[in-house]
T-cell receptor
Framework: NAGVTQTPKFQVLKTGQSMTLQCAQD?????MYWYRQDPGMGLRLIYY???????DKGEVPNGYNVSRLNKREFSLRLESAAPSQTSVYFC??????????????FGQGTRLTVV | DQQVKQNSPSLSVQEGRISILNCDYT??????FLWYKKYPAEGPTFLIS?????DKNEDGRFTVFLNKSAKHLSLHIVPSQPGDSAVYFC????????????FGTGTRLTIIP
């Protein structure tokens, strides 16, 4: 009954360091998403993936890369972390079959601080 | 360009009364709308949704209303309970081949006992 699992839950990075946030879902969903949540800004879409091997930019993709390794996993990479990337990151997944009328399921989030 | 807007950052309501949370959107291609609830240190959880072919959807204490001509939706919670204190996000999705799910900025609801 895991749903969407994100690792790590917390991370502190120094400016310029790199890291990868991992996300896995066990619901056989085809679409996966990465969002960041900042005070007053809501949930902003960074990247999304409609299926294995495909990714698309969202509203705030700069400074990030993603990889849809397989149907289950969707990772988010920060190549050179900046303080502006301090945020809470959420991964989500949903079943999408040509119509948008399904809900997305979210992970517990990763709280990232860049110092 | 914020396509989904929640203009009230916060709302306080007495326990037992009605809570009304509002959401406006600008993209006329949106045709499925969702509300999510988020507690601190947790991921958002799905609450209720509505398709553009309807103007109302009800689930227990929660009702969502959609006014397509005004590009406006609202979430009504009746009666409000202390456990409803959370941040509520409105989200919207297009149909036919666009997987993006766009969220608003959220409204923090506080239920006063």
């Amino acid at each position: 009954n895991a749903g969407v699992t994100q690792t790590p839950k917390f991370q502190v990075l120094k400016t310029g360091q790199s890291m990868t946030l991992q996300c896995a879902q066990d619901m056989n969903h085809n679409s996966m998403y990465w969002y960041r949540q900042d005070p007053g800004m809501g949930l902003r879409l960074i990247y999304y993936s409609a299926s294995e091997g495909t990714t698309d930019k969202g509203e705030v993709p700069n400074g990030y890369n993603v990889s849809r390794l397989n149907k289950r996993e969707f990772s988010l990479r920060l190549e050179s972390a900046a303080p502006s990337q301090t945020s809470v990151y959420f991964c989500a997944s949903r079943h999408y079959a040509g119509t948008g009328n399904t809900e997305a399921f979210f992970g517990q989030g990763t709280r990232l601080t860049v110092v | 360009d914020q396509q989904v807007k929640q203009n009230s950052p916060s709302l306080s309501v007495q326990e037992g009364r009605i809570s009304i949370l509002n959401c406006d959107y600008t993209n006329s291609m949106f045709d499925y709308f969702l509300w999510y609830k988020k507690y601190p240190a947790e991921g958002p959880t799905f609450l209720i949704s509505i398709s553009s072919i309807k103007d109302k959807n009800e689930d227990g204490r929660f009702t969502v209303f959609l006014n397509k001509s005004a590009k406006h939706l609202s979430l009504h919670i009746v009666p409000s309970q202390p456990g409803d204190s959370a941040v509520y996000f409105c989200a919207a999705s297009e149909d036919f081949g666009n997987e993006k799910l766009t969220f608003g900025t959220g409204t923090r609801l506080t239920i006063i006992p």
